[in-house]
């Protein structure tokens, strides 16, 4: 007969100890689940499947390298955080609203910073914070993330507190609207996880004037494996309007735009959602003009090497057409503020 197991006094402190630092953990988690929806599925547009080629675009960087308007890299202050910033100043010759930019869940990429630069070239105070400053193992942050692992820098966009995120933002709205030729307006837009870090960082600045959300969801509530609920009461404080850019292909987003106009609406909130036809997730990055179509099958190939090419430049070409029209909605609206 084998002799009972006792548990010793030492034994049960370790296994509550142990026990309590599972249930953080998951507390933490489902907070940031909470605050932030970023399973976003890039396949479907068009993207590389690896992690470099999210953050590293030559196209984007060489077309940045021509531009000759006056940019720079800023270290913005959040109490003890510098949040490292990329800026960019249109060449005008009066005051310019500014456009926080908030990028993919690839973190600071070449295209982001292109999106930043093309910002200013239509007249606007354009800047992206590197939301992962900090974050690396040595003190960096996108790039030096990014080394670490294929995964690691969505990984460790998934593990930014909400509140972190939030201050980070508010401290880069508050240095760009005091810069040298602004005229104290900002605007924030995003894009993927950024889209849905737009619409959270709406409710946590009630003087932005205006949120541009690209293919991101409004805050919620539900839990887990439950259905989508929008958080109203985080919402009700939104005081911004707010603009939804939306992909046709886009399924697991675009069931969340039918409750997010209902609690808007309940709330007196100004939410204007646009769905963009044949276009995938991620339209903006995959339908850029600089971005090289996808070759042609070559000669000879077979029948599913064929369709396979054809159905991606369809693709492209939805994808080509949705940016178009969703950029010149966004400098139409911008022109208004």
């Avoid at 399973?39 to 000759?68: F, V």
């Avoid at 309940?266 to 990055?285: E, Q």
């Amino acid at each position: 007969m084998k002799t009972p197991c006792r548990l010793t006094d030492k034994r049960l402190t370790r296994m509550l100890s142990e026990c309590t630092i599972f249930m953080v953990a998951v507390l933490a988690l489902s907070m940031n689940t909470t605050a932030q929806d970023m399973s976003h599925n890039h396949m479907s547009s068009g993207y590389d499947p690896t992690a470099e080629s999210e953050i590293t675009q030559d196209w984007a960087k060489q077309k940045l390298a021509k531009s000759p308007r006056h940019k720079e890299w800023v270290k913005v202050k959040n109490g003890t955080r510098e949040v490292n910033s990329f800026i960019v100043y249109p060449e005008s010759n009066k005051k310019a609203t500014a456009v926080v930019v908030i990028h993919e869940i690839f973190g600071m990429s070449d295209w982001v910073q292109q999106m930043t630069d093309e910002l200013a070239e239509a007249g606007y105070i354009a800047i992206a914070p590197d939301l992962l400053s900090g974050m690396g193992p040595k003190g960096g942050g996108t790039d030096e993330i990014a080394a670490t692992g294929s995964n690691a820098v969505g990984q460790a966009i998934r593990a930014l507190p909400p509140d972190q995120i939030a201050a980070d933002l508010n401290a880069v709205a508050d240095y760009v609207s005091k810069v040298p030729g602004a005229n104290g307006k900002v605007v924030a837009g995003g894009f993927c996880w950024g889209g849905t870090t737009t619409f959270l960082f709406a409710t946590r600045r009630p003087t932005l004037k205006a949120a541009f959300v690209f293919y991101g969801t409004a805050p919620n509530d539900n839990g887990q494996g439950q259905a989508y609920s929008v958080d109203k009461a985080a919402v009700g404080k939104i005081g911004a309007p707010v603009y939804g850019f939306y992909a046709e292909n886009d399924m697991r987003v675009d069931a969340t735009i039918a409750p997010t106009v209902d609690a808007m609406k309940a709330l007196n909130k100004m939410y204007d959602p646009v769905t963009y036809a044949g276009a995938g997730h991620g339209f903006m990055r995959a339908g850029e003009p600089n971005n090289p179509p996808p070759a042609a099958a070559p000669a000879g190939a077979d029948e599913a090497t064929a369709k396979k090419a054809a159905d991606s430049m369809t693709a492209y070409k939805a994808n080509r057409k949705a940016h178009d029209d969703a950029w010149a909605r966004w400098m139409t609206i911008l022109a208004k503020i």
